[in-house]
């Protein structure tokens, strides 16, 4: 890590916001994301490992964390569910945790999905959850704050 | 194009957004045309559901005998396309002579 990567990582800081679980608000949270890593001069590849897990846990909860969703991102539950993002920095690692008040969902243990069959055979889903797992160094699931707690980290 | 190729230009986050913005026009053209070659030079982002409406196009197309390729990602967008494995079923290329090749075999 160079001199200007490490600038963030002396002085440990956490930032947290609340949002709903709402298309307006998926773009919402990337743009606070993107204020903060630029604000922290996070490296370019630490962001975009950032932004595909916040938009993969995001549109998680928007598209099957309500008790009637149906997966369709016409179908949003309303009012919309509550949603807090938590991001953490310390001298090691950036973590970024991720509470909703939807349907208990454990990512950890949820079948992931890589495109691994013919084009004919394939189905959608489980590609975001594959992501999430390729881009994060770690992830965590349970049963907290809001309802569910995921924290994803990111080792620096 | 006169080769019968069709060029698509896409630019910004194929996020959920945007994928939402780009769905019906890439159903259209995966109807209506039958040799695409998708130009992800100047987009930035991808994610799962941006994923999904290139998958379901080209799944449209390669049901009349058609096909899609993927020209010059940026290489965080490669990750992500390699990583969920896309480059199996849509080839991947740095060059629109590429793409013509694997159109004319």
């Not at chain 1, 916040?54 to 949603?83: C, F, K, Y």
């Not at chain 1, 950890?108 to 084009?119: T, W």
């Not at chain 2, 945007?18 to 019906?24: E, H, Q, S």
Request: with cysteine; net charge negative; proline share 5%.
């Amino acid at each position: 890590m160079n001199a200007v990567q490490k600038q963030h990582v002396n002085h440990p800081r956490t930032w947290r916001k609340a949002f709903t679980g709402t298309l307006d608000d998926i773009s919402a949270a990337a743009k606070w994301l993107d204020a903060i890593a630029a604000e922290q001069q996070f490296p370019e590849q630490l962001v975009f490992a950032l932004q595909v897990c916040l938009e993969e846990l995001l549109t998680n909860i928007v598209r099957h964390g309500g008790a009637e969703s149906s997966g369709n991102l016409s179908d949003v539950q309303l009012p919309p569910l509550n949603v807090e993002i938590t991001i953490c920095t310390s001298a090691q690692h950036i973590s970024m945790t991720i509470e909703d008040d939807g349907k208990p969902f454990d990512i950890v243990n949820a079948p992931a999905q890589r495109i691994d069959r013919p084009l004919d055979e394939l189905q959608p889903g489980g590609l975001g959850i594959q992501l999430v797992r390729n881009f994060a160094s770690s992830i965590a699931y349970a049963p907290a704050g809001l309802g569910n707690r995921v924290v994803v980290e990111f080792l620096l | 194009m006169d080769n019968g190729i069709t060029s698509v230009l896409l630019s910004g986050r194929m996020d959920v957004q945007g994928a939402i913005a780009i769905d019906k026009k890439f159903s259209a053209i995966a109807e209506e045309k039958k040799k695409v070659v998708i130009d992800l030079s100047r987009v930035t982002f991808m994610a799962s559901l941006g994923i999904r409406t290139l998958i379901m196009s080209c799944k449209t197309l390669a049901s009349k005998g058609g096909d899609m390729v993927l020209l010059n990602p940026q290489p965080n967008v490669e990750k992500v396309l390699r990583t969920s494995g896309v480059d199996t079923v849509i080839q991947i290329v740095p060059d629109m002579n590429a793409a013509a090749a694997i159109f004319a075999k």
